[in-house]
T-cell receptor, first 111, second 117 residues
Framework: GQNIDQPTEMTATEGAIVQINCTYQ??????LFWYQQHAGEAPTFLSY????GLEEKGRFSSFLSRSKGYSYLLLKELQMKDSASYLC????????????FGSGTRLQVQP | DAGVIQSPRHEVTEMGQEVTLRCKPI?????LFWYRQTMMRGLELLIY????????DSGMPEDRFSAKMPNASFSTLKIQPSEPRDSAVYFC???????????????FGEGSRLTVL
């Protein structure tokens, strides 16, 4: 089976840095994704990690440790528009194209 | 590209009625997914297709749910009869076949918000 854990809610201040953690236990592993979802909207792709290490993309970075079953999403220079839910998702094994999603972390950015 | 298109965006119906949700994937995408999102259970996979063939329907809750993909540009998710516990946002997503370093990200439609009274 698969189990993906993320904090339910986080609050941060505009301009600050926030780290959203994700731990997973899956039968096999073939990639970890982060998606952003604003209220009432569809999830949109943010980042992808399949090897250990840090992937940086502008203000957003994502880290993966496969041995620990752990990832984090780092958001720098927070803006009010970053208030959204952040979903961690795992592709369990090669050949399975569907993603298994965590419940998401709702981030509230305050002025 | 128009992206993944879903209809209806909102549906309110009464318990026992049939509900049909529709999806048009991005042209050229070989995979189509139906997910359901609720506050309690998050985003759950219901079923996915590859080249119009159902690959995994283990997430379909029960026989009241059925999904079809008659061609590469159209899929339906049907609930008959509907129940209040089916109230959720139903997302359709599509993706290309993997090749090289392609990540295989999913592209989601805007969702169909279903309320069963």
């Amino acid at each position: 089976g698969q189990n993906i854990d993320q904090p339910t809610e986080m609050t941060a201040t505009e301009g600050a840095i926030v780290q959203i953690n994700c731990t997973y236990q899956t039968s096999g592993f073939n990639g970890l994704f982060w998606y952003q979802q604003h209220a009432g909207e569809a999830p949109t792709f943010l980042s992808y990690n399949v090897l250990d290490g840090l992937e940086e993309k502008g203000r957003f970075s994502s880290f993966l440790s496969r041995s620990k079953g752990y990832s984090y999403l780092l958001l720098k220079e927070l803006q009010m528009k970053d208030s959204a839910s952040y979903l961690c998702a795992v592709r369990p094994y090669t050949g399975r194209r569907a993603l298994t999603f965590g419940s998401g972390t709702r981030l509230q950015v305050q002025p | 590209d128009a992206g993944v298109i879903q209809s209806p965006r909102h549906e309110v119906t009464e318990m026992g009625q049939e509900v049909t949700l529709r999806c048009k994937p991005i042209s050229g995408h070989d995979y189509l997914f139906w997910y359901r999102q609720t506050m309690m259970r998050g985003l759950e996979l219901l079923i996915y297709f590859n080249n119009n063939v159902p690959i995994d329907d283990s997430g379909m809750p029960e026989d009241r749910f059925s999904a079809k993909m008659p061609n590469a540009s159209f899929s339906t998710l049907k609930i008959q009869p509907s129940e209040p516990r089916d109230s959720a946002v139903y997302f359709c997503a599509s993706r290309e076949n993997s090749s090289g370093t392609y990540t295989g990200e999913l592209f989601f439609g805007e969702g169909s918000r279903l309320t069963v009274l």
